[in-house]
């Protein structure tokens, strides 16, 4: 009997990823912009640091806290009511920029703020959009929200000229009615949360320790799950080092620039964003490859395990290779990351009941991002002992290391995670 096949583009579907695609591009315009803004401000590399510092350190504490809290009232809710509020603030710091009512510190809370809004945002909306997702549709449905995430590197030059043109402030306020737009959108999802009903009105402080402990227990009990998470606290640590590492690897090999086709010579920068724009072209290739054609259901641990394998190893020697050759190592991670990303997720949210989702993303977030930090000051410490491209093929292969142990040592736990259908 032929299996039922379900429409992915209902009208909740719809809403959600119209009004991702509004609050993301806006977020990361405005994002970039606001860099650029606080280093011309401020003219002070240790000012930076503190601003964005201030914009990380959430990323590691409100996921673990809105777990629990995203698993007992409304995710829906939850998404429109931080859009709205995000709306608020952008405004807000937008007529303090045109006005000229700002200071570092206005600006530094404000981005605290931001940064809670989007860590916990980030627990809401990846637990509540596989709920919108319809039976046998979780690939299609993750290949899309890859493709428009790849989608947002677009927005970094695009930023730069708006900023140049038209200043921070103007930016934020267009910002801030993107957000408008995304939350009025999400008003409009249906109320599939029926099970949020089913939980007491009374929620007391034990009650919120009482399910956050129950999240670590799940983690912990499902072997699978929690080798899966410990892998990617591995992959982001090697990520974090990534970040700290390439930008001033190209701004000192080629400080004098380089020459493109012979006669074109480019500044350090912009070879970067060329270098590393061919891995979002990479991922946004293979984001539409994994709409229309689908991985054998039994062939996705091992598809993935070999693929978690050569992008750590192609990350790991592609600052030893000329250009031409970066562009083409960096062109297959994206493209191969964008299948890891598909075969992973579609995976751990099919297979996590809705009522623990919120508690295993707020971990698996927090997991990911204190890998990062750990990455960024390692890889900061050693780039004052070791050659640049050495430290990265270090980090590198030790994440190639944690993918053989970790994920092919772990198989029995794992596969039978990554080979559903989904």
Request: charged letters at 10%.
């Amino acid at each position: 009997m032929a299996q039922k096949q379900y429409k992915l583009w209902t009208k909740d579907f719809t809403i959600i990823t119209l009004g991702s695609i509004v609050s993301m591009l806006g977020g990361a315009m405005s994002g970039f912009a606001m860099s650029l803004f606080v280093l011309d401000y401020t003219g002070n590399a240790t000012l930076y640091a503190v601003y964005v510092f201030l914009y990380t350190m959430p990323q590691i504490i409100a996921p673990i806290i809105a777990g629990p809290l995203m698993d007992r009232f409304s995710r829906r809710r939850t998404i429109y009511t931080l859009d709205f509020l995000t709306t608020v603030l952008y405004l807000s710091m937008g007529l303090l920029v045109v006005f000229g009512y700002y200071s570092f510190g206005v600006l530094a809370a404000m981005t605290f703020v931001l940064g809670c809004i989007s860590s916990t945002y980030q627990v809401a909306f990846t637990s509540f959009y596989p709920m919108l997702i319809t039976e046998g549709n979780y690939r299609k449905a993750y290949s899309i929200q890859t493709t428009l995430e790849t989608m947002t590197y677009v927005m970094i030059p695009l930023s730069t000229l708006l900023y140049n043109s038209f200043g921070l402030g103007t930016l934020l306020i267009i910002n801030s009615a993107f957000f408008f737009v995304a939350a009025v959108c999400e008003t409009r999802i249906s109320d599939v949360e029926a099970y949020c009903g089913h939980h007491d009105r009374k929620y007391t402080a034990s009650s919120y320790l009482s399910d956050a402990k129950q999240g670590f227990k799940y983690l912990f009990a499902d072997k699978g799950l929690l080798l899966i998470a410990v892998y990617f606290t591995f992959s982001a640590f090697g990520d974090g080092s990534a970040s700290v590492i390439q930008l001033p690897f190209f701004k000192a090999r080629y400080a004098d620039g380089y020459s493109l086709f012979g006669t074109l010579n480019i500044g350090a920068e912009y070879l970067y964003v060329i270098v590393l724009g061919t891995a979002m072209i990479g991922r946004l290739i293979g984001g539409l490859l994994n709409y229309k054609i689908a991985i054998k259901q039994k062939a996705k641990y091992i598809t993935a395990l070999i693929i978690y394998v050569a992008i750590n190893i192609m990350q790991g020697v592609t600052l030893f290779t000329p250009v031409l050759c970066m562009c083409i190592l960096c062109f297959f991670t994206g493209l191969f990351a964008s299948t890891s990303y598909n075969i992973r997720v579609s995976a751990t949210q099919s297979y996590v009941p809705n009522e623990m989702k919120g508690r295993f993303n707020g971990a698996f977030i927090m997991l990911n991002t204190t890998g990062a930090l750990i990455g960024e000051v390692a890889a900061g410490g050693l780039n004052s002992i070791l050659p640049m491209e050495v430290t990265n093929a270090v980090f590198m292969g030790v994440c190639t290391l944690a993918a053989i142990v970790i994920i092919g040592g772990g198989k029995h736990h794992i596969s039978p995670i990554y080979n559903r259908e989904t």
